[in-house]
């Protein structure tokens, strides 16, 4: 029963496949793009409710145990973000059926699209570093193709820079994981674990830690993220918000399992470092977002500015605080895909995104308009929306543990997102109408069935916060005891 | 022997750096084509280029040559493959369109 972890990575690949034979028939492609991912959400919550009956569930690949074979491993770190990986791409696909154009759809979008959600579910659910590696290649591979698919000037500058940063960060990625290897002669995350609380972290592997933090922290957008706001404002809307939505969280998620199972001896010299790193992330992505009057810009800067903060609660390191920061990381999943969609939407109905050349669209768009209002609001955190609750625990366990100078910066850096997307908010809605009759096509109504059910989850995920603190909370433990980990995997439940 | 290939990785890793740090953009590929060859060689020479017996446990447990190396290395080495024929072309399809491989060209426009 265990083989159910290969169907959320096995389903898209092969769906994809499936695909590439009907380049001419879009409408094809786009049913079976829906019905995968919907067998594939399904799949999903059925996974997550198996992991809270029944615990950590292992799948040894192709029946060697574990640290001889690789491993799937599902606990419910793994289960609940694939879920939320699965159900985004759902929503960014319906989002592309309108908002995509014909070049575009020609080219293998929809296949491509699938193809990175293996990559990102694979990622999150493979228990081998070396594995880890070679699905963030599948998912970088599927993101490269997917920003340079058009070939626009703007995208080919961008794309070629992206790849350039993400090709180099990977070799460093396998330099690390041969330190890694050499040290401990292991691969496996649970073997790993193990074997570095035996022999003890020293010096030479925190350093290799760091290399790990440094590849990551590229991938993610910690700190080193200048490539981040470039290359998400090149390709259409719906990418992008696929982008936002996906790709950094893989890193994340990366940096969560490295720092919380494999090299968590040393947190006053480690966790420090990425505590640190998160305060600048979080302050330069803050002056970023205000400092610029374009909206593709204007999102992109608040994409840095909740990796700082997420990556703030992974620093800190208690059960509470690990808690908060996937609550956060789950909400902010949900929360980036709405507002790049719907900016994507105000984006495609005014032909450009300078935010001065753009006014009084809440006359023709109503219900855009109280969306992206609910989505402002919900990025910043106000209360009855999901951001608040992760936002709290976070910053209560930051202050709790002394790190008050960063719980000020997160409060600060709030109000700053909250400033950046009313800004897009007031001068895109509010005022006078630069919009013709003529003028109101139907562009951008495609972003309102995607936009209504997220905005829906983030509204629940608001309300019904102790029902999904139980899932997360979950997931915190594992996290918090990395020896219900490895004793899943080397299956020695007692 | 490690100690060759571990020098011979890391003249080449310098010498990918110095071509990664150009402007043109041939050359940048072409510094990550050497930067991903010294890396699988460092590879390779991570745990001992012990020369002998096959990797079956308990037969002369002491001289095998591990094969996990080689295995990281062949997966690598494909990925990097693919990774370099895609930036190849990407890279012609931006010298044509944007009519130039100068990497400080393709900052972007200050006042777009």
Redesign the interface.
């Known amino acids: 029963m265990s083989n159910i972890l290969v169907l959320p990575i096995i389903i898209p690949l092969l769906t994809a496949m499936t695909m590439i034979f009907f380049r001419r028939r879009v409408r094809l492609q786009q049913i079976l793009a829906v019905v995968s991912l919907l067998l594939m959400t399904g799949i999903n919550i059925f996974i997550v409710h198996r992991v809270s009956q029944q615990g950590i569930i292992v799948l040894d690949v192709g029946g060697w145990q574990a640290p001889y074979g690789i491993s799937l491993v599902g606990d419910m770190l793994s289960a609940l973000l694939v879920l939320v990986a699965t159900f985004i791409c759902l929503m960014c696909t319906l989002f592309a059926f309108g908002s995509v154009d014909n070049d575009h759809k020609v080219y293998f979008v929809y296949p491509f699209i699938l193809l990175l959600t293996c990559g990102v579910n694979g990622s999150f659910l493979t228990g081998d570093l070396f594995n880890l590696f070679v699905f963030f290649e599948v998912m970088l591979i599927s993101s490269y193709v997917l920003l340079s698919l058009g070939g626009k000037k703007l995208q080919l500058r961008e794309s070629i820079k992206y790849v350039i940063i993400n090709v180099i960060s990977s070799t460093l990625f396998v330099i690390a994981i041969a330190y890694l290897y050499s040290i401990t002669g292991t691969l496996s995350m649970a073997h790993l674990s193990e074997r570095i609380a035996i022999i003890g972290q020293d010096g030479l592997l925190t350093t290799v830690s760091f290399l790990f933090l440094a590849v990551f922290g590229l991938k993610s957008g910690l700190l080193l993220f200048f490539w981040l706001p470039g290359s998400y404002s090149a390709p259409p809307p719906a990418i992008a918000a696929l982008f936002a939505a996906l790709l950094t969280k893989v890193g994340i998620y990366a940096i969560m399992r490295t720092f919380t199972l494999i090299f968590y001896h040393q947190p006053e010299i480690t966790h420090t470092v990425i505590i640190i790193m998160a305060a600048l992330t979080m302050i330069l992505g803050a002056l970023g977002a205000i400092s610029h009057w374009e909206i593709k810009k204007i999102l992109a800067y608040n994409v840095i500015v909740a990796v700082g903060f997420i990556l703030f609660g992974v620093g800190v390191g208690s059960f509470d605080s690990l808690t908060g920061a996937l609550f956060y990381l789950i909400h902010d999943m949900f929360a980036k895909a709405l507002i790049f969609i719907l900016g994507g939407a105000i984006i495609s109905i005014f032909g450009t995104d300078k935010l001065r050349s753009i006014s009084g669209l809440i006359l023709f768009r109503p219900s855009l308009g109280w969306l992206f209002f609910i989505a402002a609001l919900a990025l910043a955190g106000v209360p009855p929306l999901s951001g608040f609750v992760g936002k709290v625990i976070i910053l209560k366990e930051g202050i709790t543990e002394g790190h008050l100078i960063m719980s000020v910066i997160g409060i600060a850096t709030s109000l700053l997102v909250l400033y950046s997307v009313m800004k897009i908010f007031i001068h895109s809605f509010w005022g006078e109408t630069l919009l013709s009759e003529g003028d109101q096509k139907a562009t951008g109504t495609s972003s309102l069935l995607p936009g209504s059910i997220l905005t829906a989850l983030i509204i629940g995920m608001g309300l019904g916060a102790e029902w999904v603190l139980f899932y997360v909370q979950q997931a915190a433990e594992v996290m918090a005891n990395p020896s219900l980990y490895v004793d899943a995997v080397f299956r020695r439940i007692n | 022997m490690e100690t060759f290939i571990t020098i011979i990785a890391g003249v080449l890793f310098t010498v990918g750096t110095y071509l990664?740090l150009n402007k043109n953009?041939l050359r940048?590929i072409l510094g990550?084509t050497i930067?991903?060859h010294a890396?699988h060689l460092?590879?390779l020479s991570?745990?001992g280029l012990k020369k002998g017996a096959a990797p079956l446990l308990g037969e002369n447990a002491a001289s095998y040559t591990d094969p996990?190396?080689q295995a990281?290395i062949l997966?690598?080495i494909v990925?990097?493959f693919?990774?370099t024929a895609?930036?190849l072309v990407?890279?012609y399809?931006?010298y044509v369109?944007?009519g130039t491989d100068n990497m400080k060209q393709?900052r972007?426009n200050p006042h777009e």
């Open positions: 990664i953009l940048i990550i930067f991903s890396t460092m590879l991570i745990n996990v190396p990281l997966t690598s990925i990097s693919a990774l895609f930036l990407l890279g399809r931006t369109e944007l393709l972007g």
